[in-house]
């Protein structure tokens, strides 16, 4: 049997404004390309060896050849792809090519995805792929595979990055998964619908044996709730520090402001070559005080020396700022530059705040009918597609042009990308 497994592409936030685009381009890291999500690599790790598995990276411009002859045609995507997923869906059925999608965007509408293959992954693909593949071998594919339970991190094999095409990504920073499943719920998040609301940790030495297997040096690591509070989480970071210390590796951590806050903790993940710490500011209790016109000098504070404490320990804080969200006013951005400024924060990225489908703030906004379309090659977060509640759509979008303009004025390259090791 033969698969191809295909990553759609995706909109950088500033494909759609190439004034600013250009005017930004020596400091825009979220413009860079970088390797795919881990689904599809885990796919391929999972799938018996005689089974032909290729990867078309569609974000990178590798070619599609639509009338391959192949068993079936594996798409994994979240929502700023699922425009092209579709297309490229489409396409492969008029040809009679069987076609399976998976993924966030999937797993919270099934049923829309349907409309365009013939399959669909709601969920861990690892607990139902061995039943996708028997299926395929017996030539009758189920409309629905919906994971049921969890799956056991320790049992996650390494994935399979070899298929991706390497040496043409701009940003050869590779992903890899710690841990699943979050009790949070951010109102914007897809992570505690698609992986459950409790914490699943991988194993450190499987982490380990990941990170050791790659010819790389740059690993990021995407899942932000290994910097949430709680000495659980603390120790699991702490305990793969005290492996990567020893590597000569350099890594990015992500999180929202809702973090450890404890200064030797930053200089243990240092240690742990830790380089950059990207920081959602969005639906997190912490941001949202913080961004508030009624925050108080004690939250303001509290943001600062957090920044702070991350920058002196030696990790360089990459912000993202969100903008648009129900309880923020247009003052926002004013908080947002003066926040900048007073923690001397000098790499940062702006956003528009999106209403993905299956989060509690997209099934909200569906249902007051605010959404404005769903052509979701807009939804990327450099556009706006929903109506916003204290802004109007034209105030949004300037908001979100003067935030990127002014943060950037009087910022040099040698700063922002200080952390980056780009090509
Ligand atoms: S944004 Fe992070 S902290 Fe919030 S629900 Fe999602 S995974 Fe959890």
């Known amino acids: ?43 391929a790790a999972l799938t018996p060896d005689d089974i032909d598995v290729n990867l078309t990276d569609d974000n990178i411009g590798q070619p599609i050849d639509f009338d391959e002859k192949v068993d079936l045609v594996v798409i994994s995507c979240f929502t700023p792809q699922a425009q092209r997923a579709y297309e490229i869906a489409d396409e492969f059925r008029k040809r009679g090519t069987l076609t399976i999608m998976g993924g966030i965007h999937p797993t919270a509408i099934p049923e829309e995805c349907l409309e365009h293959c013939d399959s669909v992954c709601v969920g861990e693909v690892e607990l139902v792929w ?22 056991s991190l320790g049992d996650l094999p390494v994935p399979k990055r070899e298929i991706f095409p390497a040496d043409n990504y701009k940003w050869n920073a590779h992903l890899v998964l710690t841990m699943r499943g979050c009790p949070v719920r951010c109102a914007g998040c897809p992570i505690p619908h698609k992986e459950d609301v409790g914490f699943r940790f991988r194993p450190v030495e499987n982490i380990v044996e990941d990170i050791r297997s790659m010819p790389y040096r740059q690993f990021y690591f995407t899942d932000d709730t290994v910097m949430l509070p709680g000495k659980k989480n603390m120790r699991f970071l702490l305990e793969i520090m005290k492996h990567t210390e020893q590597l000569d590796v350099s890594i990015f951590l992500a999180s929202t402001m809702m973090m450890v806050s404890d200064p030797e ?25 913080l961004l508030s016109k009624d925050c108080s000098t004690r939250d303001w504070n509290y943001g600062i020396d957090l920044v702070r404490m991350i920058e002196d320990s030696g990790i360089h804080f990459f912000a993202s700022f969100g903008i648009g969200f129900d309880d923020q006013d247009e003052g926002v951005v004013d908080r947002i530059l003066k926040f900048s400024d007073d923690a001397r924060i000098d790499l940062a990225e702006f956003y528009i705040v999106t209403p993905y489908p299956g989060t509690p703030f997209g099934i909200q906004a569906a249902n007051e009918g605010r959404i404005l379309h769903r052509n979701y090659n807009f939804w990327n977060h450099g556009n706006v597609v929903f109506k916003p509640k204290n802004f109007t759509e034209k105030s949004l979008m300037d908001s979100f042009y003067r935030l990127w303009e002014e943060f950037y004025r009087n910022k040099t390259a040698e700063s922002t990308l200080r952390s980056f090791d780009v090509v």
Request: aromatic share 12%; charged share 30%.
């Open 265 to 289: 903790f930053y200089r243990k993940l240092r240690k742990g070559n830790v380089e950059s710490m990207y920081t959602i500011f969005g639906f997190d209790q912490v941001s949202k005080n």
């Open 130 to 151: 061995e039943r996708i593949l028997g299926d395929l071998a017996k030539g009758k594919l189920e409309k629905l595979y919906k994971a049921e339970g969890v799956y």
């Open 1 to 43: 049997m033969q698969l191809r497994l295909i990553y759609p592409k995706f909109k950088k936030f500033l494909e759609d404004h190439p004034v600013l685009r250009e005017s930004l381009k020596e400091h825009v890291v979220g413009d860079y390309t970088m390797p795919p999500s881990l689904a599809l690599p885990i796919i």
